[in-house]
């Protein structure tokens, strides 16, 4: 049983770049959620997708976008990047219903913005 | 703004010892309550659920819950060093949507 995979592992971006991660959620997920954590920091939630659509948003300027597809995966953009978009964005997935909401994680992506 | 809130800690205790955990929620609509526990540089790992009063046990750890006080806590039995980590306590609504994480507390489990 596959868990939740994050592709890349690590990226390293210059100031005002755009960058692109993805996120495959565990087999039998159809909804995928986004976190941003910053060294000493609890996960902050970015947005959740759910039937290729953003359900809830958490408190993050238009620059951070998302998308999922038909089989679920899902894509975080972040356009124009700051130096304090520097984080570990994690993916976790989950089986929306009532009483099955917990949610997986992957192994997150580490982004360091020069 | 729904607030979660743990003591950064560290919270350092002996081998063998019951650690403690707590975590304070603001929302009295959450529904949802989860405790996960994060090595240095990994992703967070969890490591139980809870969604009615009481207590819920599941081998070494030992969740508790009072929605009436807002309150819930993570009891670790016969603490390990591999045990130190730092626990996060999450807080979701109905259909977990927007769950949201406490700070973490840092334990470290001395040999």
């Known amino acids: 049983d596959a868990g939740v995979t994050q592709s890349p592992t690590h990226l390293i971006k210059t100031r005002g770049q755009q960058v692109t991660l993805r996120c495959s959620p565990k087999s039998g997920h159809d909804t995928v959620s986004w976190y941003q954590q910053a060294l000493g920091q609890g996960p902050q939630f970015i947005f959740q997708y759910y039937e290729e659509e953003e359900r809830q948003r958490g408190n993050f300027p238009d620059r951070f976008s998302g998308h999922q597809f038909p089989n679920y995966s899902s894509e975080l953009n972040v356009n124009a990047l700051l130096l304090g978009d520097s984080a570990l964005y994690l993916c976790?997935?989950?089986?929306?219903?009532?009483?099955?909401?917990?949610?997986?994680f992957g192994p997150g992506t580490r982004l360091t913005v020069l | 703004q729904k607030e979660v809130e743990q003591n950064s800690g560290p919270l350092s205790v002996p081998e063998g010892a019951i650690a403690s955990l707590n975590c304070t929620y603001s929302?009295?609509?959450?529904?949802?309550f989860f405790w996960y526990r994060q090595y240095s540089g990994k992703s967070p790992e969890l490591i139980m659920s809870?969604?009615?009063?009481g207590d819920k046990e599941d081998g070494r750890f030992t969740a508790q819950l009072n929605k009436a006080s807002q309150y819930v806590s993570l009891l670790i039995r016969d603490s390990q060093p591999s045990d130190s980590a730092t626990y996060l306590c999450a807080v979701g609504g109905t259909g977990g949507f927007k769950t949201i994480f406490g700070a973490g507390t840092r334990l470290f489990v001395k040999a």
């Open positions: 976790a997935s989950s089986l929306t219903g009532l009483m099955t909401d917990t949610q997986y």
């Open positions: 929302d009295r609509g959450s529904q949802s």
């Open positions: 809870i969604y009615s009063n």
